[in-house]
């Protein structure tokens, strides 16, 4: 069986609006990127700071950019999600879903929860009325909304509850594959654990492989089977969760890891300015 | 007993506008000099009120009631002018965006002695070198960071403004988030450099953070806030070890939880299945 999704060489480059002190008119966000993720229910986790490209590969996996080069496979097929054209582009997104770090950004002031999901499934041709009307509620009950926030506007929820809509509107067309970039990193810590909880167990019961792009390596090491650490566009070490955290290989892994802060924490022992490679 | 460094008591903020929402409730906090204090919490829970309520600022269109003391001067009825040679002379504050902090026009020479300048009646020769003290202090090179503006230190830029904090060399400093906005490393950097300032300089400390780790690796003791609410003071070691208030634990869970502490089976990346190429 091929895999779900076959990731190869991704790379992308921005203009610079002026040249660089070394006279580069153009930026390598992404050099070279690839992964998969095997089979339904698998999950990568791509952790890495700023300007790391860990957000360009996520914008790439959903077609917001356009790779300079490389493929993307998807389910055996290639896949160019950044063509423009009407029909590719609802066949993918009704497959892969994106959810995006700014809950206050990315859902429709004007629009209730309610109205939300029930755009989406219209959109996407999901049955009467009356079908969709069941389906936003069990939407809305599957991520532990409580019914009476469906009708709702955004702005008189919490950023956890809007994070819960903005996955509940990901999850209306059953995808296979969800692209979470930097999903929990605007939300409190304790609203934080309780939507990383959710993920995980809609990933258990709907066999959802998700691809979680985060600069925090907690998140990264408890979301990810499989872990890629970027830095400056390349992936600078990828394995097993539990192998890259408990037995990192490179500094910068190594320094990231201890950047974290954690019971007995020391700061004075990371040395950013050591790990130069 | 010590001399007391401030003495917040019974401070209650409610905001004039709209329902009357209280956003401080009944508020005791203190400190001795030379302590480091950790004022904790999520969004809305009123550290970073409280914190800035120290420097005798408050939102304008609250209404206070309470004491705020700090080195036994009621900063909270102070005319605008004395407040503010008072803050000059004896407190700091280090803010989240370093970058909201420094005059992207002015070169970091002027931002770090203008203040000095200004207020201490320095000479320009003498105020240079204050600064390039300060400067040396938070392992920045004073003949390169002098000539720079502030785009040219951008990674270090946090750096330079704990310079101008400490260069004034205040009684007191206070941490709003200061390694928020940070890359994790840069994180680790900023919170061993405040503690290191801060206990060389003996200045008192308080740190507001959303992460009671790094809040533990430095502080001597912890508030713990929400809603507006202390709802739990004690040394670290205790506050960490035995926290008294089911709010607190629930934090320290959430915390533990995302920052990968504590082994969470059931997520992806504790798995032991093999992961997947």
């Known amino acids: ?277 | 007993m010590t001399e007391p460094l401030f003495e917040v008591e019974d401070l209650t903020m409610t905001l004039r506008a709209g329902h009357g929402k209280t956003i401080l409730r009944s508020v005791s906090v203190g400190a001795s000099a030379g302590e480091a204090i950790g004022l904790i919490g999520e969004s809305g829970a009123g550290k970073s009120t409280t914190a800035r309520a120290l420097l005798g600022m408050t939102p304008p269109e609250a209404a206070v009631h309470g004491t705020v003391r700090v080195l036994g001067t009621d900063v909270l009825s102070l005319r605008r002018s004395r407040l503010q040679r008072f803050r000059a002379e004896n407190v700091a504050l280090i803010a989240q965006d370093p970058r909201a902090s420094v005059n992207p026009m002015h070169g970091i020479e002027v931002f770090l002695t203008e203040a000095m300048r200004a207020n201490r009646n320095l000479s320009k020769a003498e105020a240079r070198r204050r600064a390039a003290a300060a400067l040396e202090q938070v392992g920045l090179d004073p003949e390169k960071v002098l000539r720079s503006y502030p785009h040219e230190v951008s990674g270090g830029l946090q750096r330079v403004v704990i310079a101008a904090a400490v260069a004034v060399e205040p009684r007191l400093l206070i941490a709003d988030e200061p390694s928020t906005a940070l890359d994790v490393a840069s994180q680790a950097t900023v919170i061993s450099l405040l503690r290191r300032v801060a206990r060389r300089s003996g200045a008192g400390l308080v740190l507001v953070t959303h992460n009671i780790e790094v809040a533990a690796s430095v502080c001597d003791r912890l508030v713990v806030m929400r809603a507006g609410s202390v709802v739990e003071t004690g040394t670290t070691d205790q506050v960490l070890r035995r926290p008294l208030a089911e709010y607190t634990r629930a934090l320290i869970e959430a915390t533990r939880a995302v920052s990968g502490a504590t082994d969470r089976d059931d997520f992806p990346g504790n798995a032991t299945e093999s992961a997947h190429a």
């Open chain 1, 1 to 277: 069986m091929p895999e779900l999704m076959k990731v190869e060489g991704l790379r992308k480059t921005f203009p610079l609006p002026t040249p660089a002190a070394d006279g580069r008119r153009s930026f390598v966000a992404v050099d070279g990127v690839s992964f998969a993720v095997a089979r339904p229910g698998r999950t990568i986790a791509i952790v890495g700071e700023s300007g790391s490209g860990k957000s360009t590969v996520a914008r790439m996996l959903t077609g917001l950019e356009r790779p300079d080069s490389g493929r993307i496979h998807f389910e055996g097929r290639p896949v160019e999600p950044w063509r423009r054209r009407r029909a590719d582009r609802f066949e993918y997104a009704r497959r892969v879903q994106m959810v995006f770090q700014d809950p206050y950004l990315s859902l429709d002031p004007r629009l209730t929860p309610r109205q939300c999901l029930d755009e989406v499934l219209r959109v996407h041709g999901t049955g009467s009325k009356h079908v969709r009307s069941d389906r936003v509620a069990e939407l809305g009950e599957s991520v532990g909304l409580r019914p009476e926030l469906l009708d709702s506007m955004p702005r008189q929820l919490s950023g956890g509850e809007r994070q819960r809509v903005a996955i509940a509107r990901a999850l209306a067309v059953e995808p296979s594959l969800l692209i979470l970039d930097e999903a929990v990193s605007a939300l409190d810590v304790s609203t934080q654990w309780l939507v990383l909880q959710l993920i995980n167990r809609l990933r258990r019961e709907l066999d959802l492989s998700y691809v979680f792009v985060t600069h925090d390596l907690g998140v990264a090491r408890l979301m990810g089977a499989h872990v890629l650490v970027m830095r400056r566009g390349l992936v600078v070490e990828e394995g097993p969760s539990a192998q890259v955290f408990d037995n990192p290989q490179h500094p910068y892994t190594q320094l990231l890891i201890r950047s974290i802060p954690g019971d007995g924490w020391n700061p004075d022992a990371v040395h950013p300015e050591e790990v130069t490679q």
